[in-house]
């Protein structure tokens, strides 16, 4: 019994303490194309428009059903039949009766489709239903990438933020330190010790920001990859250097994204669906064969008989008015086929958009992280000075305020412009496969 405590108390720790991490954005990425909700309910749609395939399939194959009845006949249908029939008197007649009150058959049937021009129609629909079913997969797949991409260096952007915010508290408290020796030794005015401490008010504040947009960045991803509050996620990853490729690269081509391929099978899927409407007004012919055996009785005398019937043809079927049926059909599908190429237009022109913007904007961090990197350090020496002239007492509160006021932009622009640059590049570069 200890052992099972034991065991259950560990289950409940690791449950409690549960955590999954990441060592880059590709292991991410793989959990997810696993483990979310977008990924397995794709999955389960491809799986089943390969079995639409099947049934359309089953359809142009040939179909056996067996069948059965058992009847009671109150009444049974009679006949007069002339007695020269049975070799006696013309114009005398015989009542004959058709069959005994209880009857019972069994049968089997077999039909084969020899011509059904709409079925190979609806067949070849099918398949490329299956198609577009995959592409839309992978579309949504390509969709999830990029908003995990997108919250996975928000969340990196905001733990260097969080990480220089931890430093500027470190440096304002140093900076109160030297101002409060002052206030002490009556030699600074006591409005500039409080913009003191509203600036180590600001620093706090400012941290408590980017650990909301830290948080939001988790709880994005947790509600991506489809893991509860109770595991946490952990990525071992932080903006390293980046080697900034120049901005003439060669991107992935809109030809070759998921949502292109999925507007271009849509399209033929309307196409196949419009010439399936205009297929389904013809002939259709198909063999068939019957066998049924029959056995009747009567119990009040014992009487029964059995015989079998079995026939052999072929079936022709031409649709010759059904109202505007198939003429509405046909026109209805060919304007949803026109409307398809239209929207495979839209799409076109979307994904080209989304392209030019990526790159607009990888272009611009490319161009500007010189600059900022640049501005990191002149501001950090900039900081270094101010903190020595403080200690000294050879600077006023406004000039240091303001020098510290600047690193801190610069520090936050190259941050926010590396995260940017990565992740424009990124999704400039990614391929769903």
Not at 116 to 125: I, R, T, V
Not at 248 to 255: F, P, Q, R
Request: overall charge positive.
């Amino acid at each position: 019994m200890k052992w099972l405590l034991t065991a259950f108390i560990c289950a409940a720790t690791f449950s409690v303490n549960a955590q999954v991490q990441f060592s880059s954005l590709g292991e991410l990425l793989q959990y997810a194309d696993r483990n979310s909700i977008t990924a397995k309910q794709g999955k389960m749609l491809v799986d089943a428009s390969r079995e639409e395939v099947g049934i359309q399939r089953s359809g142009l194959l040939p179909k056996i059903n067996l069948s059965g009845t058992a009847d009671y006949n109150p009444i049974i249908a009679t006949q007069l039949i002339p007695e020269s029939v049975f070799g006696g008197q013309d114009g005398k007649f015989r009542k004959v009766q058709f069959g005994l009150p209880f009857g019972f058959t069994s049968g089997a049937e077999l039909s084969i489709p020899v011509i059904n021009l709409e079925k190979w129609k609806q067949l070849e629909k099918a398949k490329l239903q299956s198609v577009q079913t995959g592409w839309t997969q992978k579309a949504n797949l390509e969709n999830l990438h990029i908003q995990l991409t997108r919250y996975y260096y928000q969340e990196l952007a905001m733990k260097a933020a969080v990480k220089l915010n931890l430093q500027n508290g470190e440096t304002v408290t140093k900076l109160l330190r030297i101002m409060a020796q002052r206030k002490q030794n009556g030699v600074l005015n006591p409005s500039d010790y409080n913009r003191s401490k509203n600036l180590q008010l600001d620093v706090l504040n400012a941290g408590k920001e980017y650990e909301r947009l830290l948080a939001e960045a988790r709880i994005g991803l947790h509600a991506l990859l489809n893991l509860p509050d109770s595991v946490e996620i952990s990525l071992n990853d932080s903006l390293q250097d980046f080697n900034w490729p120049m901005t003439n690269y060669a991107a992935n081509d809109i030809s070759n994204r998921p949502g292109w391929k999925e507007a271009n099978v849509k399209a033929d899927v309307a196409q196949k669906l419009w010439e399936e409407s205009r297929r389904a007004g013809l002939p259709k012919l198909s063999f068939y064969s019957r066998y049924t055996y029959n056995w009747q009785m009567k119990f009040s005398t014992n009487t029964n008989i059995g015989f079998d019937v079995s026939s052999l043809g072929l079936r022709f079927d031409f649709p010759l008015f059904q109202g505007n049926f198939y003429r509405g059909t046909q026109t209805k599908n060919e304007l949803l086929f026109q409307s398809a190429k239209l929207e495979r237009d839209k799409v076109k022109s979307s994904l080209q958009q989304q392209q030019k913007e990526w790159r607009n904007n990888y272009t611009k961090a490319h161009e500007q992280h010189a600059l900022l990197l640049e501005k990191t350090k002149v501001a950090a020496d900039n900081l270094r000075i101010a903190e020595l002239n403080m200690k000294e007492g050879v600077m006023e509160f406004n000039e240091y305020n303001e020098i510290f006021l600047e690193y801190n932009k610069a520090q936050l622009d190259y941050l926010q412009n590396l995260s940017d640059g990565i992740l424009y590049y990124l999704l400039l570069t990614q391929n769903v496969q």
